[in-house]
């Protein structure tokens, strides 16, 4: 079930947070907030599991055949976008059952250089299944999930190019062997 958005009031001022579901063992979310990933990590950390993995995609200041990128904007089909993120954490729960958790988290909005711009939090009894189902969730996250970037750099701005187009979850990558 995907998490939502609440507003939670905060020592400083109200601000909206994602938080983790209140039941299940996936959390997957599109927000514009900021994403909480030591919640992610707290979350996805269960005395079943021995080993948390996490991901973090961040906004740099250089791409493929571009430099000097000052921030980034992120765009999201959300309906779709939050089910094929359920999509993901499930085919990576059919490939590796003995997962604990899975938080699949990315923004949407302006981003400037250093934010996190997606986390992957993966827990498992052992190392071995959570860094494999944490590399499977990204790469297909990438490939599969409706979500698209517009650079930005001191000339002007652009979309960034995919060099593929999305693929259903399910459907075998150009690139990696199936499990």
Same mark, same amino acid.
């Given at each position: 079930?995907?998490a939502?958005? !609440?507003?939670?009031?905060?020592?400083?001022?109200?601000?909206?947070?994602? +938080?983790?579901?209140?039941?299940?063992?996936? %959390?997957?979310?599109?927000?514009?907030?900021?994403? /909480?990933? =030591?919640?992610? @990590?707290? *979350?996805?950390?269960?005395?079943?599991?021995?080993?948390?993995?996490?991901?973090? &995609?961040?906004?740099?200041?250089?791409?493929?055949?571009?430099?000097?990128?000052?921030?980034?904007?992120?765009?999201?089909?959300?309906?779709?976008? @939050?089910?094929? +993120?359920?999509?993901?954490?499930?085919?990576? !729960?059919?490939? *590796?059952?003995?997962?604990?958790?899975?938080? +699949?988290?990315?923004?949407?909005?302006?981003?400037?250089?250093?934010?996190?711009? $997606?986390?992957?939090?993966?827990?498992?009894?052992?190392?071995e299944?959570?860094? =494999?189902? &944490? !590399?499977?969730?990204?790469?297909?996250?990438?490939?599969? $999930? /409706?979500? *698209?970037?517009?650079?930005? %750099?001191?000339g &002007?701005? =652009? *979309?960034a190019?995919? &060099?593929?187009? +999305?693929?259903?979850?399910?459907?075998?990558a150009a690139?990696?062997?199936? !499990?």
């Amino acid at each position: 079930m995907p998490a939502s958005p !609440r507003t939670v009031a905060g020592v400083f001022s109200s601000m909206t947070v994602v +938080l983790p579901p209140a039941t299940g063992l996936d %959390w997957v979310a599109i927000t514009p907030e900021p994403l /909480p990933t =030591d919640l992610a @990590t707290t *979350w996805a950390t269960t005395s079943r599991a021995g080993a948390v993995v996490c991901f973090l &995609g961040v906004v740099r200041d250089h791409s493929d055949g571009r430099s000097g990128v000052t921030s980034l904007t992120y765009e999201a089909y959300e309906p779709e976008a @939050t089910r094929r +993120l359920a999509d993901v954490a499930t085919e990576a !729960r059919r490939r *590796w059952p003995e997962v604990e958790r899975i938080a +699949l988290l990315h923004r949407i909005g302006d981003l400037d250089l250093s934010e996190a711009s $997606v986390a992957v939090v993966v827990s498992a009894p052992h190392r071995e299944a959570a860094f =494999d189902a &944490g !590399r499977f969730s990204i790469d297909t996250l990438k490939e599969t $999930v /409706p979500i *698209w970037k517009r650079e930005h %750099w001191a000339g &002007g701005s =652009d *979309w960034a190019e995919c &060099g593929h187009p +999305l693929r259903e979850v399910g459907a075998p990558a150009a690139n990696s062997p199936a !499990r």
